[in-house]
Each structure stands twice: as structure tokens, then as C-alpha cells.
């Protein structure tokens, strides 16, 4: 789904790509970009042959963050609930997403542009371009879009208070020293790089990723015997997976394993259940 001007999506083979092109107005989350991401990141988690999905923006600005312009005409406190309201809804699919998310960070993540970026499941930066800015503080608010939860978890409460208390500017090189990111890449390489990754991980038991990827989302919250029963519950389901039979098949054959294939075998005998009912 494409919204001019704003966002642009397409495919490369089982990988469906979000990029962010509002260039003039720095990829900010205005209204239009939010519902455009929702609905973009919806449709590509309802299409069964995209596998996994490429997030990434284009210029010298991954995003910005809060627009200025929105925090003026919708700062009442109201407003703002009603739009942070909307947005927990969306992010928390997000962060949930059942198919492996890659995310280019091509320029400045600004506040809540850092939260975006943290959706993602594998993180590159581009070294030259890209910064990542707290800017939160400067404007008397607080972290949103998620960070006060995902942040502190990839790389400790000491230095997300760091971060974000000292209005620091990380880097891609800080921010891969501090665990935020997978790594920094040369500017040029950048997408190719994220490609690389996303095309590896399309070629994943998309059904096993979205298990543990549910499970290790409440590894920090649960107690050991609440991980242990997940655990137990996800193996078993993961056990009846096509793409389980596939898998064991391919070694023991010696051959790579087709994890597409297994999931278009089972989507077809689902299919094929429904007609007989």
C-alpha cells in the first residue's frame, strides 16, 4: 500500500519493503505516515509470500519523530491521549510482528523515529549518515513510541538514563557499541546489507521465528516456570508445523531445507480442510 509522498512500498522476491520517503517533511509520524505503516505492515503480514519485511527511509533523515506542527494543533492533553492511545495499539503489533522485521536506519532517528527503528528485529545504520538523538528533554516530554520498554532492554537502565537524560547523540558506531543496533554499515552498503539480511531470514521457518520471537518478547516479565510452560506449549505447536517436517526431512536427506515451500504446502492442506467442512 502506497501513500503518496510519504510512503512508498514494493517486493524483492519473499521480502516486502516500507520505505519512507517524505523527505520534506523528515519521515516525522504525522497521522498519514502512522496509518500508512500500520496499513502497509498489516498487508504485508496477511500476504503468505512475503516472508520478511524491510523497513527503511530515504534522504538524510530516517525519522524525525513527533512533527512539530501536529504537537501544536493536537497538544491538548485529549489530543494527545487519543494519538498515544491509537499508537500503543499499532506499535505493540509491531513489536509482536509474526515475520522478521529489518530495519535500515539510513540518517537521524530522532525521539520517537528511535522507537520506530527499534521495531526491528536486525538494526543497521548507516555510518556516516546516521545519528540517533534523544531529544526527548529539549522539549520537556518523555520518551514515547515504545522506548521506555525497548530501550533499557537492549542496552541496560545505566545507559538508556544516559541516553536519554544527557540528551546524547549516538552515532551508528555508538549505537552498535552500546547493543541498540545489529551494526554499522558504509552508507553505500546500507541497503544492500539490510536486503542481504531480510532475504536470509525469509528463507526461516517463518512459523518457528514467530514463536520464539512471541516467547522471548516475555522472557524479562515472566518466571521461569511461565517461560518453561510457554516454552513446552510453543515446541509442541511447533512440532506440528509443516515447515518442522521440512526441516527434519532436509537433514536428514542433506539437502537445504524450503521453508517457503513447506508453509504454501501447509496454507494449501489448511485450505483444503476448510472446503471439506
Known sequence: ???????????????????LINERGRN??????REGLVASFTEMADDPDIRAVLLIGRGKVFCAGGDFGMMQTEGDPWSAHQRFRRSSRWLTDLLRY???IIVGVNGAAVGGGIGLALI????YAAEEQARFIAGFL???LIPDIGMMYTLPRLV???RAKSFVFGGETWTAQQAADAGLIAGAVPDAELEARCMAKAEEMAAVATEGFSLAKWLMGRSLESSLDDMMTMENLGQSLAYSTEAMREGLTAI???RPPDFAAASERETATKAARRRRQ
Open 156 to 158: 541496560g537502565m545505566s
Open 1 to 19: 500500500m502506497n501513500v503518496e509522498g510519504i510512503i512508498e512500498t514494493s517486493r524483492h522476491g519473499h521480502v516486502g519493503i516500507i520505505r
Open 252 to 254: 536428514t536427506e542433506r
Open 138 to 140: 529539549r522539549l520537556g
Open 28 to 33: 516525522s509520524l504525522i497521522n498519514p505516515m
Open 98 to 100: 509474526p515475520k522478521p
Open 120 to 123: 526491528g528485529d536486525f538494526i
